[in-house]
């Protein structure tokens, strides 16, 4: 396929699905991932495309790609996260085994936990130190250490994830859209929350209104596939949706 012709395509693609992954492109495209990268390059510098991490979407969506600091986001949206946190954290019950995401969305959520009778596992090291302070009994998965969210993640972390089944999990996301599903700006904090969401026979996504509509580089699960805890939303097609669970002010 020459240059042009497939830069058409890639535009198609975008155009056609408004996010795709190298990979994708790679597959459909039958090229190499060096000749994508190249190609997503080129078409962001024309500004026909926006290349982001591990991808490329289409111009003018509400979009993001890079992870701020536990530190700058523990105070953004905070009073809607602690009414999240609030109702998130009264659903463990007596007997659960709760896998808890890293994340500010997550660790308002701990703060809040009273269950004691429950076993925790998280890949966020202040998950774990605020719940061994309240007498749980926590695991904490070793991996590589994420200085940006306070987490471990990649394949060590993973590999440990996969011999548990949980009865919940509860996840922190940085956009949760209808076609895009929840996303995240890293993968290997995606392949973690991915993995971590199939061992969950229930999964509840915190995502307070700021990150409903928005979209991020990497998904890790289906819109549809989790409760999704929020408060309350403007958009009345998504009122209408059975997974979302608005919690109003008290």
């Known amino acids: 396929m020459l240059t042009e012709e497939r830069f058409s395509e890639i535009l198609k693609i975008v155009n056609a699905r408004k996010s795709v992954t190298v990979q994708e492109l790679k597959e459909m495209l039958e090229t190499s991932e060096s000749t994508i990268r190249r190609d997503l390059t080129t078409l962001h510098k024309k500004k026909l495309l926006k290349k982001v991490h591990g991808g490329a979407t289409a111009i003018g969506m509400n979009y993001e790609t890079k992870d701020m600091t536990v530190a700058s986001r523990m105070d953004m949206s905070s009073e809607e996260k602690v009414q999240i946190g609030k ?50 009994r926590v695991f904490l998965l070793g991996g590589r250490f994420k200085a940006a969210t306070e987490a471990t993640v990649g394949t060590e972390t993973i590999r440990s994830l996969k011999k548990y089944n949980f009865t919940k999990g509860f996840f922190g996301t940085n956009g949760a859209d209808r076609e895009h599903g929840f996303t995240t700006p890293d993968e290997s904090e995606a392949a973690t929350k991915e ?48 997974n979302i669970i608005e919690v109003k002010k008290k």
């Open 87 to 136: 109702y998130a954290a009264q659903q463990i019950q007596k007997g659960d085994f709760v896998y808890l995401d890293a994340g500010t969305s997550v660790s308002h959520m701990v703060e809040y936990i009273t269950e004691t009778d429950a076993v925790y596992v998280t890949n966020g090291i202040s998950n774990a130190q605020q719940l061994s302070k309240k007498g749980c």
């Open 195 to 242: 993995t971590a969401m199939q061992r969950c026979r229930q999964k509840y996504v915190l995502a307070d209104t700021t990150k409903i509509g928005k979209i991020s580089s990497v998904q890790f699960g289906e819109f549809e596939e989790a409760f999704i805890i929020t408060t309350e939303i403007q958009d009345e097609k998504l009122k209408k949706e059975k």
